[in-house]
């Protein structure tokens, strides 16, 4: 029994998407972007796969009084950065899936 061609024609395009969502995984791994908190004070590396590659700390910025400023602004540099690399990725992602029609309505 042979499968019908909109079955044949689905795992297809699954097949394709499966193929290209991970060279897109592949590519997000070398992607970098960076973002910054306390007008550059601290300065966060990471790349389209979320590694933290790279943490620049102004050293103006290390006040031994106040130790929690320097903390926030690793944290808001960390989650900026992460949102950067999210968004990237997902715009990345939706691209490459642009115009995939499955079955139900699964299409991107």
């Not at 024609?9 to 973002?35: F, G, I």
């Not at 790349?47 to 590659?53: H, I, S, W």
């Amino acid at each position: 029994m042979k499968p019908n061609m909109n079955q044949a024609q689905a795992m297809r395009q699954l097949q394709q998407a499966q193929a290209e969502m991970a060279r897109v995984q592949e590519e997000l791994k070398s992607d970098m972007v960076t973002a910054s908190a306390g007008g550059g004070a601290v300065k966060v590396s990471i790349t389209g796969d979320l590694t933290v590659t790279n943490v620049v700390i102004d050293p103006r910025a290390v006040d031994p009084e106040d130790v929690a400023m320097l903390q926030d602004m690793v944290l808001a540099a960390v989650n900026e950065a992460v949102r950067q690399a999210q968004e990237l990725s997902n715009s990345k992602m939706q691209r490459a899936m642009g115009g995939l029609s499955l079955p139900g309505g699964l299409g991107f």
